[in-house]
């Protein structure tokens, strides 16, 4: 399509996660025309990330050092533990301000037909941090998906058996939504999930 260096970056753009070829062209043009400045901060913030940003080495949750913001804070219980997929499913909890336990990053779910496995995830790091008896409840906040649901079931199986509580996220109703307008399945989990008032 065209030649060198914007080539070159529309090609890369290409390979990141929702971008297709129109948009990828859309921001190699975006950048060519832009701020020369903008620029390096932008070039300066994807060396960085690379740099400095690692992966907890107790929860696997993304860090800038050993330990990742939520292990340092001395002021959270460790008798909870709550199972995400991904450090971005950390972010969305925690703006909640309703959890004060710790966290487990997963780094996916269970997808047979992509080929990933108990053994591709972080579930035998999860048994260890169990196997240390601190851990009353296991909160198991996968996806409200396939994958998620059959990495749910298989962690609650592995777990029960240590005498640990283990709960799963209610699926709830969207707030301010319409009770005729949510899927059966929805409909069916805010059922099951019902508590008293
Ligand atoms: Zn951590």
Do not use: W
């Amino acid at each position: 399509m065209y030649e060198g260096a914007i080539q070159d970056l529309i090609d890369e753009l290409g390979r990141l996660p929702g971008v297709g070829p129109k948009s990828a062209q859309r921001i190699a043009f975006h950048v060519l025309s832009a701020d020369p400045a903008d620029v390096t901060r932008l070039a300066t913030a994807l060396r960085r990330v690379k740099e400095l940003v690692r992966f907890c080495t107790t929860c696997y949750n993304v860090a800038e050092s050993e330990q990742c913001r939520v292990c340092r804070d001395q002021r959270r219980t460790d008798e909870v533990l709550c199972v995400v997929e991904e450090p971005k499913d950390v972010v969305a909890i925690e703006r909640t301000g309703e959890f004060r336990g710790r966290y487990h990053v997963l780094g996916g779910a269970i997808n047979p037909l992509e080929g990933i496995g108990p053994d591709n995830l972080r579930i035998r790091e999860l048994l260890a941090r169990l196997g240390t008896g601190t851990v009353r409840e296991l909160i198991l906040a996968t996806d409200p998906n396939t994958e998620g649901e059959a990495t749910a079931t298989y962690l609650a199986l592995m777990v029960k058996p240590m005498g640990i509580a283990v709960t799963r996220l209610a699926s709830g109703l969207p707030v301010g939504g319409d009770l005729e307008y949510a899927d059966e399945i929805t409909l069916g989990r805010a059922f099951e999930g019902r508590r008293a008032v």
